[in-house]
């Protein structure tokens, strides 16, 4: 005998199946509009929960520069200012040290300019005890120009020896970087609230954009752009979510770069400042520092290897002379933290600049022609 084994006419089994998928359109729409009404207290919840703007010591001796996002002060000097005897002096030109350099040099000293962050400029050590100041006293035939600015990135570096490349007619250029200095070309802003140049490559030329750029944010402001307005809604909007999974992230407003951009506009400098030297026979060299981690913690030790190969690999093809600054830290073994101040970045003590000194001279005598001896 045939029949409906389900115990329910076919109407209300039909009816039935109705009902739910209305049910179930009704929570969907119902979760939809919910969420859509609590977006605006999650969003001011998430937007206070970023960082406020912090204000760091060496501001100081630093000033807003519509290019640089920041610069030094010409001609200030600060006594004691990393503590007993340990003055910050900036000369008139701009750098550090107590002399000045533009626009003429020594016809009997070898010009040296070091270009980098504040482990070239010397935080938290004196004027006399940065790697820079300590290569004059032991190879009296140089006149070394201190080009170190706390906090920049490689590209920062980058333009702003650009600005001076001329007047400084140096004999050799240094580029000694770390590798946050590549990380740090990522985003607009830095964590003390200064706007920096936003730099891409186009077709392998370096172009540099947020410029002028935006003036400093008042300490204490939150640090909260379009980028993190952005993951908020990714984090929040299904819809957005699924579009994010279709179209390249500068079209949602990301701006954000990952690490291989980072890298590739790195080299890209390092290329273009070498064309520079060759044109002017200009000596050039790089020089990767390690930073305490780097010494101590596997995963960062991994990642300065990589920059280091990469970096390395690059200017061997472009024959600049590439220095692994880590491979001499490591010989020291545990006695290497001596080289580090116990503060919360850990730079160069002045045993470390002094380490740093002796090590970048003797190997640029030895591969570098022309380089006194």
């Not at 032991?138 to 920062?156: A, D, E, F, K, P």
């Not at 690490?259 to 064309?275: P, T």
């Not at 300065?304 to 190969?309: I, Q, R, S």
Request: with cysteine.
């Amino acid at each position: 005998m045939s029949g409906n084994n389900s115990g329910h006419p076919p109407g209300i089994a039909r009816k039935i199946l109705y009902g739910a998928i209305m049910t179930l359109l009704v929570l969907v729409w119902l979760e939809g509009l919910l969420n859509l009404l609590w977006l605006a207290p999650d969003y001011r919840y998430y937007r206070n929960q970023h960082p406020p703007v912090l204000e760091f010591k060496e501001e100081s001796y630093s000033r807003y520069d519509e290019n640089l996002g920041w610069d030094h002060i010409p001609g200030t000097h600060i006594a004691d200012f990393y503590g007993d005897g340990l003055d910050v002096t900036i000369n008139d030109d701009g750098f550090r040290g107590l002399e000045n350099y533009l626009p003429g040099k020594h016809p009997d000293r070898y010009r040296l300019v070091a270009l980098g962050d504040s482990f070239t400029f010397g935080y938290g050590v004196g004027d006399s005890h940065s790697y820079t100041a300590v290569l004059e006293e032991i190879n009296q035939s140089l006149r070394t120009v201190n080009m170190g600015q706390c906090g920049y990135s490689v590209g920062q570096c980058y333009l702003w020896y650009r600005q001076h490349a001329a007047t400084l007619d140096a004999d050799m250029l240094v580029f000694a970087v770390i590798t946050d200095d590549i990380w740090r070309m990522a985003g607009k802003r830095t964590a003390n609230g200064y706007g920096q140049p936003v730099f891409r490559l186009d077709n392998g030329t370096v172009r540099v954009e947020n410029q002028p750029v935006p003036q400093k944010l008042e300490t204490g402001a939150l640090r909260f752009g379009r980028r993190q307005a952005m993951e908020f809604f990714l984090q929040q909007n299904a819809v957005l979510r699924t579009i994010d999974g279709i179209l390249p992230r500068r079209l949602l407003g990301f701006d954000a770069q990952d690490e291989n951009e980072l890298m590739a506009i790195a080299l890209a400098m390092i290329g273009d400042l070498d064309d520079d030297s060759r044109k002017a026979n200009r000596a050039f060299a790089v020089v990767l520092l390690p930073e305490l981690a780097e010494l101590t913690d596997a995963d960062a030790s991994s990642i300065y290897e990589k920059v280091a190969f990469v970096i390395g690999t690059y200017c061997r093809d472009r024959n600049i002379p590439f220095l692994n600054m880590r491979s001499h830290f490591k010989t020291q073994g545990p006695l290497a933290r001596r080289f580090f101040l116990d503060e919360e970045w850990h730079h160069y003590s002045s045993t470390g600049h002094r380490f740093v000194a002796n090590r970048l001279d003797a190997w640029l005598r030895d591969v570098v022609p022309g380089y006194p001896r």
